[in-house]
């Protein structure tokens, strides 16, 4: 089985996340790269997404990304994000991720949170609708810690695991 983890990351949180996911595959035969390099995956059994959750959805060229994968894959999802886990304005970002994925088979999903640059939080909190939620994205500093990391690289057990056992990936061809 051949093994992509591709992610897309603006300030490194995804990225520490998709190291984790790619260092949980007890399996050689995989590559983790930004997805402006992932190149043609007509090869790939199992693609692993990473994106940052950008306004309550995918970030444009994440979007481009997942439009772009030849139909037929067995796709492993996962983001970081400022809201809290499992939050709707997490979930939101995977239910857009999961309407563009029509054609694949998606076996999961992984959220976990990632701390927001100091920028956008200043720029939140001067409009009163976005107090709320710059504070909630306040809260995120530091992830992801070790703990975010830890289930990073089990989720990716649990794919592999699924990939293989469930959904048939680890079968010879007759
Ligand atoms: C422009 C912008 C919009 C964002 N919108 C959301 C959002 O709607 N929901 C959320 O949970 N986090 C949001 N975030 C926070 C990011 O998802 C979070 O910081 C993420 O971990 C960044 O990942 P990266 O370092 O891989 O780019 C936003 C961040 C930016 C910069």
Redesign the pocket.
């Known amino acids: 089985m051949e093994i992509l983890v591709a992610y897309y ?7 520490k996340v998709a190291e984790a996911v790619f260092a949980g595959l007890r399996h050689t035969r995989k590559k983790l790269l930004p997805i402006d390099q992932a190149g043609d995956m007509t090869g790939y059994d199992l693609i692993f997404c990473g994106f ?5 959805g995918v970030p444009a060229r994440m979007v481009h990304f997942l439009r772009s994968i030849p139909a037929g894959k067995k796709i492993a999802l996962f983001a ?4 809290l886990r499992g939050g709707e ?2 979930l939101s ?1 995977f239910y857009a991720a999961l309407s563009l994925l029509q054609g694949h088979t998606v076996i999961g999903t992984f959220g976990c ?5 100091p920028q ?1 939080i200043d720029e939140w909190m001067e409009s009163p609708q976005h107090q709320a939620w710059a504070r909630e ?1 306040q809260s ?1 500093s530091g992830h992801p810690d070790a703990a975010d990391l830890h289930d990073a690289r089990e989720f990716a057990e649990t794919m592999l695991y699924s990939a293989e056992h469930i959904h048939g990936l680890g079968k010879k061809p007759r």
């Open positions: 990351s603006e300030t490194g949180n995804t990225r940052p959750v950008q306004h309550h970081s994000h400022g809201s304005k997490a970002a949170r990632g701390q927001v640059k956008m994205a995120a």
